[in-house]
């Protein structure tokens, strides 16, 4: 593969390479700070009861940023991307399946986030200009744009953020004051529905939302020379943004009785100008999916080519917006916690407690064609999950909770040996 130089596809990052926390930090908040996390909360507020939607939130959050210290840091201490961290945890081969499958989510939320995007931009100009025509042709040119912005790379992702992500979260403090208006905090919550969703499936679309973007981490965090600057990078990710954000989509939606997302702006004072800034921290958002899926495809595939791969992405991606996937939102999120979050697990529980030496120097770079117990602790994790979620074997009541710690669980068990050492390779 031609490897961009600033990129690192299949190699660490070196120490001169290093980005300030901070710029990472800022980047990574557009994951909570972007239109899919408050349509997250409209969507919740309207599914989940009063007493489950905010503990759901924190619960879901806490979860996202406890998985996300770990993998960040993960990322920061060894340097190497998410999927080159796969490619030692579950093999050669067995990463290939697993990054492509990596590739096929993120190619899913690009393909949704496109969804959003044209949606809304269909909405706005309707409402502005009349126009009645499909939304098909704002999707194609969002996918463009997108396009080009992922083939500059992930330093001019990040000078955008700079820019979008603070006007970003001036735009949600203001929908959150406007939103008050309509009575206090108990006021607003008690409009919520008597019954719905239950906790744990509140929780696992918490998770799911982001789940991903979480397990991916260590792609911008390997950027970050102190494991330090990464843990604070998930916390504001996760934690500070992520409860505010999704929160407050749910809140402005209880208050003002609206179910889209521009109709809830418009009706709450928010014009155009604040709703095409929201917009445009959706762009840079996929901008940043589809390089991660670059990413992924070139590890299971050596022989790719970057900029070919960039382009044939935003192409696919953009024809799976033109599938209509948003109306299926909350199913979506909902698998991906199941399948993504056993991933995460044992990649944590291999570095951290069995075989930290296969991650640096020489070692990162030999790495076994499969290794069949990370698969069959990824396989049952999420089988367990599933179960789980159709009721038929409930442990936590959480689905993502149960796949996250079976997973951890199953895979320690296979890789412990009586009398022999927990960190030797097997």
Not at 300 to 315: E, F, H, K
Not at 330 to 342: A, W
Not at 392 to 409: M, P, Q, R
């Amino acid at each position: 593969m031609s490897v961009d130089s600033d990129e690192f596809l299949n190699v660490p990052v070196p120490a001169d390479r290093s980005i300030a926390w901070g710029k990472i930090a800022v980047t990574n908040a557009l994951f909570s700070i972007c239109l899919p996390t408050l349509i997250t909360g409209l969507d919740l507020a309207a599914a989940a009861p009063q007493r489950y939607f905010l503990s759901g939130v924190i619960a879901g959050s806490a979860i996202l940023t406890l998985i996300g210290i770990l993998t960040s840091v993960l990322g920061s201490r060894t340097r190497l991307s998410s999927y080159m961290l796969a490619r030692i945890a579950f093999g050669t081969h067995g990463s290939t399946l697993l990054n492509l499958a990596f590739a096929l989510s993120l190619l899913g939320w690009f393909g949704v986030n496109i969804d959003l995007f044209g949606d809304a931009m269909a909405r706005l100009t309707a409402a502005m200009w009349g126009y009645a025509g499909p939304k098909w042709p704002m999707e194609l040119i969002a996918g463009l744009l997108m396009t080009l912005t992922t083939l500059v790379g992930l330093r001019a992702i990040n000078a955008l953020s700079l820019v979008i992500v603070p006007v970003l979260g001036l735009v949600c403090l203001w929908m959150l004051w406007d939103s008050l208006k309509f009575g206090s905090f108990a006021t607003i919550l008690a409009r919520a529905p008597a019954a719905g969703m239950s906790f744990g499936d509140t929780v696992s679309a918490v998770v799911g939302g982001v789940i991903v973007g979480a397990v991916i981490m260590p792609d911008t965090c390997r950027f970050i020379e102190r494991p330090s600057g990464a843990v604070w990078t998930s916390i504001l990710t996760y934690f500070v943004t992520g409860v505010a954000v999704t929160a407050i989509g749910g809140i402005a939606a209880l208050a003002t009785g609206k179910v889209e997302i521009l109709d809830l702006m418009l009706s709450i004072g928010l014009g155009a100008g604040a709703f095409a800034i929201v917009l445009g921290g959706s762009w840079i958002l996929n901008a940043l999916n589809l390089y991660s899926l670059v990413l992924s495809v070139g590890v299971a595939v050596p022989r790719s080519r970057r900029g070919v791969t960039t382009v044939i992405g935003g192409l696919a991606g953009t024809l799976v917006a033109f599938l209509q996937i948003l109306d299926h939102f909350l199913t979506f999120l909902f698998y991906l916690s199941i399948v993504f979050v056993p991933v995460a697990s044992i990649i944590v529980v291999d570095f951290f407690l069995v075989r930290p030496r296969d991650y640096t120097g020489a070692a990162a770079l030999s790495v076994r064609s499969i290794e069949p117990k990370a698969l069959v602790a990824w396989a049952l994790g999420a089988l367990l999950a599933v179960l789980g979620s159709a009721g038929f074997l409930t442990l936590s009541g959480i689905a993502a909770v149960d796949a996250l710690g079976v997973s951890a669980l199953l895979y320690g068990a296979l890789r412990w040996r009586p009398g022999a050492a927990v960190s030797e390779s097997v």
